[in-house]
């Protein structure tokens, strides 16, 4: 975690009618968070298959296993109507165990599989990682999708708010197609990549993080939020470094 550097590479892989690309990534285990295939048979849970423990669930409303990018996933039911999506999302069962684990970070990466089940506007565009830390101290992490941008947030502490944030243009118009996605944040440089299907879409410098160190911010308040995906954009195969 604290000198993980991401190698991407592309790799073509097909299922059945639908072609998914995605981009692996050289790492070290010693800096997975954790890890979540979403291949569970039933039940609320999806499980980090990292061995450190920090297990998901499901909120917000009934959801039906799915054909995902790899195996199966987890799709909401509801769908813009009761169990809104700002309140259908995969949480952290303890909540301050990822940030806890991120704390001291020189690096963070995170990447997996999402498609979109509908058309995003800007404007309402959708999660697809969101780890807060505390609302005074740190940094956090935001990652949202609409049909035509990925932008990424760094959140540092209240006084300075969401100083990071940029737009990466993408052609995300096909609800059909799995993509991959991998956020590479470099605290100590200021540098944030986004990789879309192993292309990469942003490499930006001068990103402004806080004051405070460039650190995770450690969750004590009940409004921290970690949080995957949502009952619009389905998730997949996702890993956190």
Known sequence: MKKFL????????MFTQTSVILAGAETSDADLIGKWSFNEEGGDTVYDLSGNGADLHAVGGAHTRVEGAKGKTIQFDAFDGVGSADKQWFAAVDKQSIPQMLTGANAVTVMGMFRKRSNLSAGDAKDFVYIEGDSNIGVGIRVNISSTAIKFLGRSYTGDGFTGSKDAAANLEDNSIWHHLAV??????????????????????????????????????????????????????????
């Open 6 to 13: 991401a190698l991407l590479m592309v790799l073509v892989i």
């Open 184 to 241: 590479v944040i470099d605290y100590s440089a200021k540098n944030v990549k986004i990789y879309l299907d192993g292309e990469i879409i942003l490499d930006q410098d001068g990103m402004k993080f806080g004051s405070s160190t460039y650190q995770m911010g450690l969750p004590t308040k009940d409004t921290a939020q970690i949080r995957f995906g949502c009952d619009r954009i389905l998730v997949d195969e996702i890993s956190l470094y």
